[in-house]
């Protein structure tokens, strides 16, 4: 299967720091004076941050999907220096790739001799400074990090029927801002409701997203509706999501969530059960396929 993702042409590159803004995850990032990829697993591909490069130094080229691994990455990572093995590594951490960061940890440990840089000194500045820029590095928004949280860390929501936990069990959720790669979804059932539904729906959490992964999309305001059809598909093949539950109002706009859905089912090598379920204005279910 291919894979769209961003390819940097470091000659090229003259550090103008122009496309970090428009990587979401934060994958792209300027490290001692040039853009670079610190992450091929939260790439969406997207080529956002393509418009903003004045040396067009960056590129989209499509490779041959594989299972993402972490040893090839930091073959690929070392020979560019420690500032963008730590960027790298930050990201993991910042990402909750726990596991990821381990095989990486074990990796400079196992090739410490062969290294032109200290691992101890690596992996003490990931665990001591964590997230975050340093002078060397320039990363993107904060806020459209990946991450997966405890249900037991998370904020109780109150209410005049008493408290209610949430059951949101990661960030982002904005079909625009979430990674396919993210491995929170791995596997998971998957919840995409349009924008509207949650504030419909007074119980949301409780009757629908609880053990479930959300995403959440506008079908009628949102831009760029081809890049979701391409996300869903990936969260099929790639993810290997085990169902999708679709939630959408009673309203005409709505309907092209679904078609989406089923475009995306049509591009993709998996079939994964659909569940539709339609609620009106005041929240109450009128259907359920």
């Known amino acids: 299967m ?6 940097i042409d470091e000659e090229l590159c003259d550090g103008c720091g122009n496309c970090v803004p428009g990587c ?9 004076g040039k853009a670079r990829l610190v992450s091929d697993l939260m790439c969406d591909g997207l080529g956002a941050c393509i418009g903003h490069c004045p040396q067009d130094a960056i590129t989209i080229e499509k490779r041959e999907a594989e299972p993402y691994d972490e040893i090839k990455v930091m073959d690929l990572m070392v020979p560019k220096g420690a500032n963008t093995v730590v960027a790298h590594m930050k990201h993991l951490k910042d990402h909750n790739e726990t596991g990821f960061l381990k095989e990486a940890k074990n990796y400079l440990l196992s090739n410490d001799r062969q290294l032109d840089f200290s691992a101890a000194e ?6 001591e400074h964590g997230s975050g820029c340093n002078n ?12 997966s949280f405890a249900q037991e860390d998370q904020a109780p929501v109150f209410s005049l029927a008493g408290k209610a936990d949430s059951e949101l069990t990661h960030w982002p959720v904005q079909m625009h801002l979430i990674n396919p790669a993210a491995s929170h979804y791995k596997n998971s059932d998957l919840l995409l409701a349009a924008d509207c539904v949650a504030f419909s ?10 053990g479930k992964k959300l995403a959440i999309a506008c079908p009628k305001l949102d831009s760029g509706k081809e890049i979701y059809t391409d996300k869903i598909r990936r969260l099929i093949d790639e993810a290997e999501v085990k169902s999708i539950h679709l939630i959408i109002m009673q309203v005409p706009c709505c309907g092209g969530l679904h078609q989406l859905v089923q475009l995306a089912m ?9 569940k539709i379920t339609v609620v009106d204005i005041r929240g109450k279910e009128i259907t359920s396929l």
């Open 24 to 32: 979401h995850e934060g994958a792209l990032q300027i490290i001692d």
């Open 266 to 274: 049509a591009q993709a090598q998996r079939n994964v059960p659909v």
């Open 136 to 147: 060397n590095t320039v990363g993107g928004c904060p806020g459209s990090a990946s991450r």
């Open 122 to 127: 690596v992996i003490k500045d990931v665990h």
């Open 2 to 7: 291919l894979r769209d993702i961003v390819k």
């Open 201 to 210: 729906v007074p119980d949301f959490h409780s009757r629908y997203l609880r």
